[in-house]
């Protein structure tokens, strides 16, 4: 783990272990070290932010003990990434009906039965939120549908697209470009709009995923 100082008011855990970045979660989860008021979460990083720890070496050494010394409870190293103490599980309905189902299903050699029920079997865990307001990376796809990005991203992608890209799956939140290839489309509302223009609204309430949560698709008709 390496510690940087981020701007005036950060300190950036990075290059973090799964194993260091779980104990590191599942304690920020039960409370904040002191002198820290939030936290975001990268893939392998999780930036701590406070009025004053940026270059305060108690606090360094702090860290550096709340995340060598994880909760009693929490899951062992070895044990898979998606048993966080304070996940949360979601089951999100997906109509596939998207544009490059065929595409995928040709370049991955299988059918498109085979692309739906390969797509829908992992119990997915948001590793990060991405690029657009609650867009989520979950991690877990099958390696039979792990494909390269799209050479030429798409303009626009409606919201609710559901997607694949690389090792991830995704989940479109707000109309924008993207390079993903699209499955099929969601109407599990991932982003309140209202709830963020709140200017004390909390994380849980604009966003309806968080990281570490666990995500099953599951097919729906096209009525």
Not at 132 to 147: A, K, V
Not at 186 to 212: G, I, K
């Amino acid at each position: 783990m390496d510690l940087k100082p981020y701007g005036d008011r950060g300190l950036l855990l990075a290059e973090l272990s799964d194993a260091q970045r779980t104990a590191c979660l599942n304690r920020l989860a039960q409370a904040l070290p002191a002198g820290c008021e939030e936290y975001v979460v990268g893939y392998d990083s999780i930036l701590l932010l406070g009025p004053s720890i940026a270059c305060d070496q108690q606090f360094k050494e702090s860290i550096r003990s709340f995340v060598a010394y994880p909760l009693a409870d929490a899951p062992e190293p070895d044990s898979p990434r998606s048993h966080f103490a304070h996940s949360r599980k979601h089951t999100i309905e997906v109509y596939y009906n998207g544009a490059d189902l065929e595409w995928v299903a040709q370049a991955c050699k299988l059918s498109i039965e085979q692309v739906i029920e390969l797509h829908t079997a992992p119990v997915y865990t948001v590793r990060m939120m991405g690029f657009s307001p609650g867009f989520p990376y979950l991690e877990g796809l099958d390696p039979r549908l792990q494909l390269e990005r799209r050479a030429s991203p798409r303009n626009r992608i409606a919201p609710g697209a559901v997607a694949i890209g690389g090792s991830h799956a995704g989940i479109y939140t707000v109309a924008s470009p993207g390079g993903w290839h699209l499955l099929g489309h969601t109407d599990f509302p991932l982003f309140d709009l209202e709830a963020a223009r709140h200017a004390h609204a909390n994380a849980q309430e604009v966003f309806a995923l968080s990281p570490s949560d666990q995500v099953r698709f599951q097919p729906k008709e096209i009525r």
